[in-house]
């Protein structure tokens, strides 16, 4: 990246909101698509890569405060101050003209009205306004964005990626959660005349005359005299304020707020419902919009070129990549640097024995080890093939290169990179850390030429961005830009992934695609060619390990053999078959624990008084019982690395000493296994830490990280107590102390979130799954009263329920859990639609217990009704892989002579099921909770019947 900016200097954009709520939304989105730089005073400082080796320095600050008054009183000495450059008012407006301006949708003020200079008479409003003009250059760079698909794209593209993130960085702030909506159409950008005025609008005709002539309803106590300006699009409360201080001021101002209402009566339903999600998404998109346009403003303000540019004299960092001469090379797409024959030659020094080594024990590599020898880090067969695809491509051709972790990717990507760069090719290789957010209209802008190839070892960092790049190159008839993408194919279908759906595009529409999805596995994987010359490398490093007890026509077929299926440590990788037959169980103990205290001496010092070994033992908590390693601002905070510093100083540090790596803001061991082996040396006393502080500083610090920040993995951590509890036995935990770490981690879980209902539940299924099914029923019981208050209890409500009749059904009370578990697919709980799953599991689970009642002697009347009830009711997807269940519903149905039911039959039978249950429950609070949810009558199952007749 370019040079960076101190507290000291210029603020290009100063980004101002007036609600709590809307600086909630503009952080959460700043954390996602900027470097954080700082605070100053009440203004939070970003960097922004505004494209080649630019940054821009982005600064937000809230008024906290509704209202015209208050935001000129707040923004007046704030820009007085400062001095930006430029500032912005971010937020949100009511629709003014719904036909123009949708919800989502973003109006840019081509000029802001002020209508809060009133005069009334006889009840008439006279509204006598004046105008502010908006900065020409952001409104001149705003026509560049909509002129274009290549640059209007990635916007819209960008608003549906972020929302999610958003909302879930900003939910734990709201007592009130967002619950995201179908969004069917992206959003627009419209240019038009806005306007602010005292008025929060909820009134279609009052709304209607700010526009246009209306005649307002009889029953009206006001007219309006005349419309504001017949092209109003929207209007709020804050930005004739805004705009009069920065005039006065002299600062380039701009006023963007999205559509989060329609004006009208619907405004208090609209947000009941969807929690504001509107609101959030709609202030998302304008942070979004101003940061497009400025991106714009700034490239056409410097006069960036398409071409390469000469190099800058900058200091070389973890985020460049520097030429001969040290200085870091620009190029025409921001975040990915020129890899050319300078760059090779500044890297091509030789790797001796002891970084060989390091390399062979899985240290990530750099470009010297793209450039080794072959007899040192061979080839292998998918490198000649990947350049052979794009060196005959007579069409726009992606190389994807999707697998697991451990495959090799990061060596493979670099030595096809350098092959590329001998082979004539331009090649643009993505900078680790850079932004995500990859501009459409700078690839399409490349030379055409030359051919570009450009190369990303964590594709799936842009792939939100990626589908606009390779649908404008095609529109645009360029055939001469090509792809290589490298990413673990987990994270690269999560990207992709909506709900159950997986939503990656076509790409064969757009380019010739190597391999085909089919084959990725495949050609990725480790070949016999390929096993022979690693083999024959390690041999002549003398790091053949244990696999020189093996003969020597044997061990290349052994390490293949190893690459492809699970044996021993091999998970089926290339590195998972590294550590099965060079170092075998014995040996990787001893590498590890080599590796262990290495990390934990004076030179490898980290933070406030921590060093890199703290940060291995969080990352392997989690990879070695299957969390998908841990976030990297959760270890910064835990060790006190400033976040900005969290990829130098902790993941690339571990990467260096061949014991970390990671993508986005990940961080994770090189191998489950490595994980393991270090876990269970902890708990021998080998290396002086305690394994259960370990997991609970993961729990506490995700838990205060996620405070001011998305973090991810954070639900699988939180509710990690049944994980620790099954997954440290599986590798070695006696069930006693595995048992004692996961009730102290799912206790620590819902100690640091209690507003969570979800992590009760975690916490009683871990009492419940660790044999103390009263612990878990107290745990539930103690919950249940105050449950419906909770933030996720329509999410996750019923499934408590379930929960909780589980723990009463593994200690025998069978009509406590055929209550609960009736409740739980009740109306009257109001908690959410009945999904498939909860219905599933609620009807399965009674038919068993009434089915145990059924073969015993104590035979309830209801009970062969109830079975034949739960046989027609039980989905049938699940009941195919339950067919035993099924069977006997049907065998003890037949004996006891019920007539067989339709569903809707049985949907009407089933609540007299439940009531009879709870009134012969045996928990009290139960009794008491259910009369207060049915209030006497019985339950009503339309919820559930919607559910069954929507398959």
Request: glycine fraction near 10%; include cysteine.
């Amino acid at each position: 990246m370019g040079n960076r900016r101190t507290l000291e200097s210029r603020i290009d954009l100063l980004l101002l909101t007036a609600l709590t709520e809307e600086a909630q939304v503009v952080a959460a989105v700043l954390e996602s698509v900027c470097t954080r730089a700082g605070l100053k005073g009440r203004v939070s400082l970003y960097d922004y890569s505004a494209g080649g080796e630019e940054v821009l320095r982005v600064a937000t600050a809230s008024a906290h405060d509704l209202g015209a008054v208050g935001m000129g009183v707040f923004a007046a000495p704030l820009l007085r101050d400062l001095r930006p450059s430029a500032t912005a008012l971010i937020g949100i407006a009511a629709a003014v003209d719904a036909s123009e301006v949708g919800l989502g949708d973003v109006p840019f003020s081509s000029h802001v009205l002020s209508y809060d200079d009133i005069a009334v008479h006889d009840g008439v409003l006279t509204f006598r306004s004046q105008g502010f003009q908006v900065d020409p250059a952001m409104k001149a760079a705003v026509g560049e964005l909509r002129t274009s698909a290549h640059t209007y794209e990635p916007w819209q593209s960008s608003c549906r990626n972020v929302i999610q993130p958003v909302i879930e960085a900003v939910n734990p702030l709201r007592k009130t959660k967002i619950v995201p909506q179908e969004i069917a159409d992206p959003p627009h950008l419209v240019v038009e005349v806005t306007a602010g005025g005292p008025f929060l609008l909820r009134d279609k005709d009052f709304r209607d005359a700010l526009r246009k002539r209306v005649q307002l309803p009889d029953h009206s106590a006001i007219e309006v005299a005349s419309p504001i300006h017949p092209k109003l699009v929207s209007a709020e409360m804050e930005s004739h304020g805004f705009m009069r201080a920065a005039h006065e001021n002299g600062i380039p101002a701009v006023v963007l707020k999205g559509i989060s209402d329609d004006g009208d009566a619907a405004k208090a339903e609209l947000e009941r419902s969807s929690g504001g999600f509107f609101r959030t998404y709609a202030c998302s998109n304008a942070v979004l919009a101003v940061l497009h346009v400025l991106r714009l403003r700034a490239s056409v303000e410097s006069g960036a070129t398409r071409g390469v540019a000469s190099t800058a004299a900058a200091p070389f960092s973890a985020d460049s990549e520097p030429d001969a001469s040290g200085a870091v090379v620009s190029t025409p797409v921001a975040g990915w640097h020129l890899v050319d024959e300078a760059l090779l030659n500044a890297h091509s020094n030789e790797l001796d024995a002891a970084e060989l080594g390091l390399y062979y024990d899985g240290r990530e590599p750099d470009w010297r080890h793209a450039q080794a020898a072959e007899s040192e880090i061979p080839r292998r067969e998918v490198v000649a093939l990947s350049v052979k695809a794009i060196t005959e491509a007579s069409d726009q051709t992606a190389v994807m290169l999707l697998g697991a972790g451990g495959e090799g990717k990061s060596t493979v990507v670099r030595q096809i990179a350098v092959d590329l760069v001998r082979s004539g090719h331009r090649v643009l290789f993505r900078d680790r850390n850079a932004d995500p957010q990859l501009d459409a209209s700078l690839v399409s802008g490349l030379s055409s030429e030359e051919s570009w190839v450009l190369v990303s070892d964590e594709a799936d960092e842009i792939a939100p961005s990626l589908e606009a790049c390779v649908a404008a190159l095609k529109d645009g008839g360029r055939t001469n830009v090509h792809w290589v993408l490298a990413a673990r194919d987990n994270d690269w279908k999560a990207r992709w992934r909506k709900g159950r759906r997986n939503l990656e595009p076509a790409w064969s529409q757009w380019a010739t695609v190597w391999p085909s999805p089919a084959r990725r596995g495949a050609e990725l994987g480790l070949s016999p060619s390929d096993a022979e010359k690693i083999v024959g490398a390690w041999l002549a490093a003398s790091s053949l390990g244990q696999l020189g007890t093996v003969s020597a026509g044997s061990r290349a077929k052994e390490l293949h053999a190893a690459s492809r299926g699970n044996i021993g440590l091999s998970d089926g990788t290339l590195f998972g078959a590294v550590l099965e037959k060079r170092f075998g169980a014995e040996g990787l103990k001893a590498h590890v624990a080599n590796m262990l205290r290495r990390l934990g001496d004076d030179d490898h010092g980290v933070g406030s008084g921590h060093t890199l070994l703290h940060a291995f033992l969080y990352a392997a908590a989690c990879d070695a019982i299957g969390i998908d390693g841990i976030d990297l601002n959760v270890v910064a905070d835990l060790l006190g690395v400033p976040r900005e510093r969290r990829r130098v100083d902790i993941r690339d540090a571990l990467g260096m000493e061949a014991a970390g790596t990671g993508g986005g803001s990940a961080l994770r061991t090189r191998h489950p296994a490595i994980a393991q082996v270090a876990l269970q040396l902890v708990e021998a006393g080998d290396i002086r830490e305690d394994l259960e502080e370990i997991y609970l500083d993961v729990v506490r610090g995700t838990a205060s990280t996620a405070r001011d920040l998305f973090v991810s993995p954070h639900g699988e951590v939180m509710n990690s107590g049944p994980t620790v509890l099954g997954g440290l036995q599986s590798f070695g935990l006696s069930a006693e102390r595995a048992k004692e770490i996961g009730l102290a981690v799912a206790d620590e879980a819902q100690r640091a979130e209690p507003q969570l209902l979800v992590l009760a539940v975690t916490r009683a299924n871990t009492y419940r799954e660790a044999g103390e099914p009263d612990a878990a029923t107290e745990i539930l019981g103690e919950a249940l009263a105050g449950a419906a208050d909770k933030s996720d209890w329509k999410r996750v409500g019923r499934g408590m329920l379930t929960e909780l009749g589980a723990c009463h059904g593994k200690a025998g009370r069978i009509d406590d859990n055929i209550a609960l578990l009736g409740l739980s697919i009740s109306d009257q709980v109001n908690a959410g639609a009945v999904g498939l799953r909860n219905a599933s599991a609620a009807i399965g689970a009674i038919g068993g217990k009434l089915l145990e009642i059924a073969e015993g002697r104590d035979l309830p009347q209801y009970a062969g009704l109830a079975l034949r009830v739960c046989e027609r009711l039980y989905p049938h997807s699940i009941r195919r892989r339950n067919h035993h269940w099924a069977k006997a519903y049907g065998r003890l149905a037949k004996k006891l002579g019920t007539k067989p039911l339709s569903r809707d039959e049985a949907l009407e039978s089933l609540p007299s099921v439940v009531v009879q249950a709870i009134a012969a429950a045996e928990d009290r609070l139960l009794r008491d909770y259910a009369q207060s949810v049915l209030r006497g009558a019985a339950p009503s199952l339309e919820l559930l019947a919607r559910t069954l007749r929507g398959r």
